[in-house]
């Protein structure tokens, strides 16, 4: 009695590379790296450019507050710069910080009133000061006033009372009525401000309307 075989049927022989029967097998691992390093730089780029806009934002920013802080400076400069120049300038008339005031506000109006007049003509050829003498503790100067003119007019005379240094000490403003042409009249100039000393008296501005 035969014997039969109990050996199993051989296993089909395995595909090579070389066989062109073999199908492809496509490997997706290179495909993933590729799209795993693009995923990685695009998310780099956007992170670079977050930070870019960041930083643009931050440095904008920064030069905003020290554009700030460099015109505050500047503003204290100046501010510190014309507290200066006014204490020098009270310091060389010798005038305390009120008196100082009181000369300027008494400059003002004096100004106002001739800058008020309109269609005025310079007067201050018409205007002869004499001497200053101390009255109750005022300064008075008498004016001469004499009408050059054509035709009657009226006087608005600005008088700076001043040290012997050209400093005005006090500023007044004297009026005169209608004159008429070719005639002189006197007026009085009196300081608002107590004064001593050397006192003299300059027609700053006249005007005849």
């Known amino acids: 009695m035969d014997r039969q075989s109990t050996r199993s049927p051989a296993a089909p022989p ?8 073999t199908p492809v097998v496509r490997r997706p691992r290179r495909a993933l790296t590729a799209a795993l390093v693009a995923a990685l730089l695009g998310g780099a780029a956007l992170a670079g450019c977050s930070s870019d806009g960041s930083g643009g934002a931050t440095g904008s920013a920064a030069s905003s507050a020290a554009a700030q ?3 505050a400076i500047a503003g204290a400069a100046s501010a510190a710069a014309s507290a200066a120049s006014a204490a020098l300038g009270t310091a060389a008339t010798g005038l305390s910080s009120t008196a100082a005031s009181a000369v300027a506000s008494a400059q003002a109006k004096a100004s106002s009133a001739i800058a008020g007049i309109k269609g005025g003509l310079d007067a201050k050829g018409d205007i002869a000061v004499g001497a200053v003498s101390i009255v109750n503790d005022k300064a008075e100067a008498s004016l001469t006033v004499t009408n ?11 008088v700076n009372f001043t040290d012997d240094s050209g400093n005005v000490l006090d500023v007044t403003a004297v009026t005169v009525p209608d004159l008429a042409a070719g005639q002189s009249t006197e007026a009085k100039a009196q300081s608002n401000r107590d004064l001593s000393g050397s006192v003299k008296a300059v027609v700053a501005n006249a005007v005849r309307y």
């Not at 395995?14 to 029967?21: G, K, N, Q, Y």
């Open 14 to 21: 395995r595909p090579t590379a070389a066989d062109p029967h």
């Open 69 to 71: 802080a460099g015109s």
């Open 148 to 158: 050059h003119g054509q035709q009657a007019g009226r006087y608005v005379i600005q």
